[in-house]
């Protein structure tokens, strides 16, 4: 198939029986029968697996080292609410990557969209696949210098988002300490700044005796 996003990569010992699109929407849907050589060295039998192409996006943790706070956004989530969480997640600056812009470039825009900041630093975090049974969605986490916006008594420092894309977001100051504690107990069912908090969590220290050093 022509479309970069179709295409299975090779790998050793992984046979494609079948590749067909059953839904070419925003994110293609494929469904892939394939079989492939196992750890015992066997062939596995035929399997049917239903792929999402979402691509390449890009999350990032902004921090003050001043204030030694994070900046967290809010927002409306329907597959949460479809999963029976509370649809209301609380999250980090994210998204997808357009054609082939940079996962750098992708965070830059979206730290603007969302909460109208600029980073001056940017550490890369890692690369991490979101739903591995079922979609290609990558996600390139950054931890990123800011200077997080005033906020209110209850840490709440405005709305962001673009509305040509209807988004609401609500934009959260908190304490570095607070939240990566949060990450701690399990209390943000959003993988990605769970695990940006925590990565956090072992390297606040040393991360922000640098940070306060003029970029």
Do not use: K
């Amino acid at each position: 198939m022509s479309d970069p996003r179709i295409a299975i990569p090779p790998y050793p010992g992984l046979d494609i029986e079948d590749n067909q699109v059953v839904w070419n929407g925003r994110f293609p849907l494929q469904r892939v029968a394939f079989t492939y050589r196992r750890f015992d060295g066997a062939r596995s039998g035929p399997l049917v697996w239903e792929l999402w192409r979402r691509g390449r996006a890009a999350a990032m943790l902004p921090y003050d080292p001043i204030q030694d706070a994070v900046v967290l956004i809010e927002q409306f989530r329907l597959p949460g609410l479809a999963a029976g969480m509370d649809p209301v997640m609380t999250e980090i600056p994210a998204g997808l990557c357009d054609g082939a812009e940079s996962e750098t470039d992708t965070m830059t825009r979206e730290l603007r969209e969302e909460i109208g900041l600029d980073a001056d630093r940017m550490e890369r975090i890692g690369r991490f696949i979101l739903t591995a049974g079922g979609a290609d969605e990558t996600v390139t986490l950054f931890i990123g210098r800011v200077t997080a916006p005033p906020a209110g008594a209850h840490g709440v420092a405005g709305t962001g988002g673009l509305t040509s894309e209807q988004e609401d977001i609500r934009i959260l100051v908190r304490p570095a300490e607070q939240a990566i504690a949060d990450a701690i107990a399990g209390r943000y069912p959003n993988s990605v700044i769970s695990i940006a908090l925590l990565w956090f969590g072992l390297q606040r220290q040393a991360l922000r005796t640098g940070w306060l050093q003029p970029a």
